[in-house]
C-alpha cells in the first residue's frame, strides 16, 4: 500500500518561506513522485509544479520565481521550496505520485500566509 505523506507547513507571514516535504513509503515498486498541487475551498485542486520529464520541471504562472520543486530519489522524497509567500498561497498542499500506472496523493499540508 503505497503512502504518501506530506509535512513542512503552518502559518507564515506574508514574504515569508516554507519548505515541504513528501516522503513516499509501503511499497516494494519504485514511486515516481511528480508533483504539488493546492486547493482552497470551493475551488478544484490546481497544479503549482511538478516534473515533467527527468530533469524538466513546470511551475504555474503564480508561483514562478518564487517556489522550487525538487526531489530526492534515493530516499524517495519531494520536496517544494516556498519563498516570498503570499496571501493568495494559503491552500492545502497535496503532492501526488505513479506506482505500477496508478496516481496516489498525499493527504495533505496547510499552508497559511497572513497579511
Known amino acids: 500500500q503505497v503512502q504518501l505523506v506530506e509535512s513542512g507547513g503552518g502559518l507564515v507571514q506574508a514574504g515569508g518561506s516554507l519548505r515541504l516535504s513528501c516522503a513516499a513509503s509501503?511499497?516494494?515498486?519504485?514511486?515516481?513522485?511528480m508533483g504539488w498541487y493546492r486547493q482552497t475551498p470551493g475551488k478544484q485542486r490546481e497544479l503549482v509544479a511538478n516534473?515533467?520529464?527527468?530533469?524538466?520541471?513546470n511551475y504555474a504562472d503564480s508561483v514562478k520565481g518564487r517556489f522550487t520543486i525538487s526531489r530526492d530519489s534515493a530516499k524517495n522524497t519531494l520536496f517544494l521550496q516556498m519563498n516570498s509567500l503570499k496571501p493568495e498561497d494559503t491552500a492545502v498542499y497535496y503532492c501526488?505520485?505513479?506506482?505500477?500506472?496508478?496516481?496516489?496523493w498525499g493527504q495533505g499540508t496547510q499552508v497559511t500566509v497572513s497579511s
Open positions: 509501503g511499497s516494494i515498486f519504485r514511486v515516481n513522485l
Open positions: 516534473f515533467i520529464s527527468v530533469g524538466s520541471t
Open positions: 501526488n505520485g505513479v506506482s505500477l500506472g496508478r496516481v496516489h
